[in-house]
C-alpha cells in the first residue's frame, strides 16, 4: 500500500515483484485488508471513504462516509462474517461497515481529540480501540453499539497499537512514554512493563503470534528494533535491528501458517520476520 503515491500492491513473496493497482490521485491509502474471496478492502484516509478493490477487474467500490466530520477513515479489522469495524482518527469516530449492504454507522467518541487509531476485535467479535490522543483505551459494545472507555493510570501515555491476549487481556503500546501495558477488561486494572529501549523508544506497530508472545516495533531507535515479550516469564527477548533501518514501523500483521509477522517500513520497504 503507497499512502503517499495513491496506490496499492500485491507482493509476490518467491520473486520479489510488485504488481501495482492505483487509485485515484488524493486517496492516500492507509490500511487494507483481504477478504476470504480476496477482495481488497481499504482505507481512503484522504477522500472520507472505504475502498474494495476486485484484483481480476480492477474495479473499485467506494462507502463514503455518511458524515463529513469523518473525513479520515484510518484502520480496517474483520469481523467472523466479514463486516468490518474502523477507526477514524481526526474525524473522532468509531465505524462500523456492513459489507453486505454498505451500511456505514458512525459512533462519537466522548473525548474531544481522542484520534482513534489502533483497532482489534476480541474472541467475541467486539471491538477495543486505543485513543492515540488521550490515556484511554475504549471498546464498544456490539449490540446496543455503546462506547465505553478505560483511564490509563499515567495522564501522559499515548497508546498506539494493540493487541487481544489469552483470556480478553489488551494489550497496547505506549508511543509516548515507552511503556508495554495490559488492560484487563474484567477488573480494569492495568500493569506496565518499560520496553528496553526507554522512554524514548516510541513502541508502534504490534502482533502477537501463535504462543501467546506479543511482538513489537521500537520507532525510535535508528535502525528501528523488532521486540518480543513472553507474558508468562514478563521478559523481553528477541530485539533485533531491522535491516532496512525501518524509518518508522507503523503497522504488522501475524501470518499463522508460515509463523512470520509481515510489516511494512518508511523506509520504502516490506518486510517479513521469521518467529522461533
Not at 9 to 30: K, N, S
Not at 157 to 173: F, K, Q
Not at 210 to 218: A, G, I, K, N, T
Not at 226 to 243: L, N
Request: contains cysteine.
Amino acid at each position: 500500500m503507497g499512502q503517499k503515491g495513491h496506490y496499492l500492491a500485491r507482493l509476490d513473496p518467491e520473486t520479489g515483484d510488485f504488481e501495482r493497482y492505483d487509485l485515484e490521485p488524493g486517496a492516500g491509502p492507509h490500511n487494507l485488508i483481504v477478504a476470504k474471496e480476496g477482495a481488497v478492502w481499504f482505507a481512503g484516509n484522504l477522500k472520507s471513504y472505504i475502498g474494495k478493490l476486485d484484483p481480476e477487474t480492477k474495479e473499485i467500490t467506494r462507502y463514503p462516509m455518511p458524515d463529513p466530520a469523518a473525513r479520515d477513515p484510518h484502520t480496517l479489522v474483520f469481523t467472523r462474517n466479514e463486516d468490518i469495524w474502523f477507526t477514524v482518527q481526526g474525524g473522532n469516530f468509531v465505524g462500523k461497515l456492513t459489507t453486505a449492504t454498505g451500511d456505514v454507522e458512525l459512533i462519537p467518541v466522548p473525548t474531544p481529540r481522542a484520534r482513534p487509531y489502533g483497532i482489534v476485535l476480541d474472541s467475541g467479535d467486539r471491538p477495543w480501540i486505543v485513543e492515540f490522543g488521550s490515556h484511554k483505551i475504549a471498546t464498544v459494545d456490539s449490540a446496543t453499539m455503546e462506547l465505553s472507555e478505560y483511564v490509563l493510570p499515567k495522564r501522559d501515555s499515548r497508546p498506539r497499537r494493540l493487541a487481544i491476549g489469552p483470556g480478553g487481556a489488551v494489550w497496547y503500546v505506549d508511543y509516548a512514554l515507552g511503556l508495554l501495558g495490559r488492560l484487563d477488561p474484567k477488573s480494569g486494572q492495568v500493569k506496565e512493563w518499560p520496553v528496553p529501549g526507554g522512554k524514548e523508544s516510541r513502541p508502534y506497530a504490534m502482533a502477537i503470534d501463535d504462543r501467546d508472545r506479543l511482538w513489537f516495533v521500537e520507532c525510535g531507535p535508528d535502525p528501528n528494533r523488532f521486540v518480543g515479550f513472553d507474558p508468562k516469564s514478563e521478559e523481553f527477548f528477541g530485539i533485533t535491528p531491522i535491516a532496512s533501518g525501518g524509518g518508522c514501523v507503523r503497522h504488522m500483521v501475524f501470518h499463522a501458517p508460515t509463523r512470520t509477522i509481515w510489516f511494512g517500513t518508511d523506509a520504502n520497504t516490506v518486510g517479513r520476520a521469521q518467529i522461533p
